[in-house]
């Protein structure tokens, strides 16, 4: 499919998936844009932490989990925003490997969940939200993978992860932000690294939207408060019923194998780069969607 009619088709689609709980005055005009999440937002974070061992590039893109540019990069600059990562000064709090619930200890240090995230981002700007930037909120993937055998209920996990993204934009609010983009999450179920327990994964997705739109509903009608949320769990779930559609030929097996670096022959049409992360394809075909949506 050619990139036009792609786009047309993410355009239109968007249409069915954008949702805001409230629109209380004219668009806004964003003059930042602040991220927090995992590695589906990490623009080089870990990167610059591990001093570029991890992600290893190539295969990865300079440092972010994918094969290009992901979709906060996409959006950012449909807007005409810069978008680098905090560890050198930049406007992009997640970290790849992120909890939404739990900080997470590795070798080479903590890894900071959502909520600690946003504790970074307001300690470094005097405990105040810039009230004309976007905040985005995301999360949640790892939690659900981390959990695949736990014993925890889906249910209970899923009450979890929306908790603590619900948190994080209400310390956001109270510090003076306005405005936010908080995607719901995908169909985790569908990730290869998810098929140990894929039920599980689906479950606790579902359950994770479900709360989180319950906790979300009341503050998106506070006066002069904008809350944009994406229908992102339909979004895949339409991919998945008509694959070829949206451009896609593989939306089951990894393009590349991380310890090798052998890719694979079409990554062009392939969603998953690893067993984890989409390729610049596949965020580029979400950026489209947001992108509508933030033109509503």
């Known amino acids: 499919m050619p990139l036009i009619k792609r786009a047309r088709a993410c355009a239109i689609f968007a249409c069915l998936v954008i949702s805001s709980f409230a629109i209380h005055a004219a668009k806004p005009t964003y003059d930042a844009i602040y991220v927090f999440g995992d590695s589906y937002c990490d623009v080089g974070n870990i990167y610059a932490l591990t001093g570029g061992a991890e992600p290893l ?12 540019p992901i979709w906060v990069e996409h959006v950012a600059s449909a807007l005409g925003l810069q978008m680098l990562p905090a560890a050198v000064g930049g406007t992009d709090y997640a970290f790849g490997g992120a909890w939404a619930t739990a900080p997470q200890i590795t070798a080479a240090g903590t890894i900071p969940d959502v909520p600690q995230q946003v504790g970074l981002y307001l300690s470094q700007h005097g405990g105040k939200a810039d009230p004309k930037a976007l905040y985005i909120l995301e999360g949640g993937g790892n939690d659900i993978i981390g959990n695949l055998a736990s014993g925890i209920s889906a249910n209970q996990l899923g009450f ?26 995908f169909n985790v179920g569908l990730l290869p690294a998810a098929q140990a327990n894929p039920s599980f994964a689906d479950a606790a997705s579902v359950a994770t939207n479900k709360y ?12 002069g408060i904008r809350i944009q949320r994406l229908n992102v769990f339909a979004l895949f779930k339409a991919i998945q019923t008509d694959t070829t559609h949206f451009g896609f030929t593989n939306i089951t097996t990894p393009c590349v194998d991380p310890t ?20 610049v394809f596949g965020h580029s075909f979400f950026a489209v969607t947001v992108e509508a949506a933030l033109s509503q």
């Open 57 to 68: 590039s190539p295969p990865y893109f300079h440092g972010r989990f994918s094969n290009g």
């Open 160 to 185: 979890q992860i929306a908790t603590s993204i619900a948190e994080s934009e209400l310390l956001l609010r109270r510090a003076g932000a306005k405005n936010f983009l908080v995607p719901d999450l």
């Open 212 to 223: 989180l739109n319950d906790l979300l509903a009341v503050e998106g009608f506070i006066q």
């Open 260 to 279: 090798t670096g052998t890719i694979c022959s079409d990554p062009d049409h392939t969603l998953f780069w690893d067993t984890y992360h989409p390729t």
